[in-house]
DNA sequence: GAGTCGTGGGT
DNA sequence: TACCCAAGACT
């Protein structure tokens, strides 16, 4: 793996050249929080963004924390953003601005799990860690034929795993089972004609490696409805800030009903309005539930009351971090000529 | 162990 | 199209 490594390593903005000194431990932990169920692709403009802005923990750590979560805008699973935060304040606090070179060390920081713990250790400070993202339990499953359905299959995987670890650049090593399981051993179509280790693979030999790892058939997402909207004044829209806990929490975004499995009401309205219902609905999927949304409209006669929020240039919305699925609202809203749009 | 938590790319 | 899934963590 690591002879393939060595001329075969991906180029990326937070990666040391194959056998060269480790990179920024910091540079390293931004990018291992921001590729938690994220692909290269779409992480690396973040990552040029977040560095240019907040090039260590010192600055991050100081950095207004609704200006954190508008640059994380876009990139989802939000509390990923909310606990860098409290991360890069634990690092400046309790370790010295420095981030502790021991997998038990990181593990009690904000946003490190096992995963990003072992990575850490094994990439920025070069220790022998056993890191198994996706990646690696697709490569070792395979590897080894293991017939167990996930998630039971997790403690045979990381053991399997810790035996094929080796005691020296076990982050080169890391880094090159997920770019053989990003490149190579993909979950579908597995490139077996080019792969370094397919002479050793159990589930090639077997004739469907595609079969690993086993998996449990999993249950439809349910649909949930609710109503978003679009309170004008002048050529400023409604904004509000959404709770820091649960889904999308602590993000800007456009004053929303609950989203249930009922139908929605008006009810939930920011304020009392002569709203007009839109011909179109905005739908989004998330990850456990698929998302139908009326869209209201109205202008504030400017005298009813406003529950918390502010007032945003409509010309301006990109600039709010809206979530996506407020983003794409407002764009309907917009195309749709409502009220100051 | 199971549910919650986003979004975009690939097929 | 509809579905799968991604460098997981937290509760």
Known sequence: MLAWYDGAARVL??????????PDPYRVWLSEIMLQQTQVATVIPY?????ARWPDFASLAAADDAEVMSMWAGLGYYARARNLLKGARAVVAEHGGRLPDTEAALLTIPGIGPYTAAAIAAIAFGRRAVVVDGNVERVVARLFAIPTPMPAAKPAIRAATDTITPDTRAGDFAQAMMDLGARICTPRSPKCLFCPIAAGCTARIE???????????????????????????????????????????????LPTGPWEAEPPVLADAPTAANWRMLDTVATHGFTHFELVCALAAARWDGQTALAPGEWWPIADLESAGLPTVFAKAARLFREDGACGG
């Open 13 to 22: 903005p937070w990666r040391a050249p194959p056998g060269s000194a480790p």
């Open 207 to 253: 004739g469907e490696p595609e079969r690993y790892p086993v998996k449990a058939a999993k249950k439809a997402r349910p649909l949930r409805q609710g109503t978003m909207f679009w309170l004008t004044n002048a050529n400023r829209v409604w904004l509000v800030r959404r709770p820091d806990k649960g889904l999308l929490g602590g993000m800007r975004a």
């Open 47 to 51: 990552f040029e963004r977040w560095t």
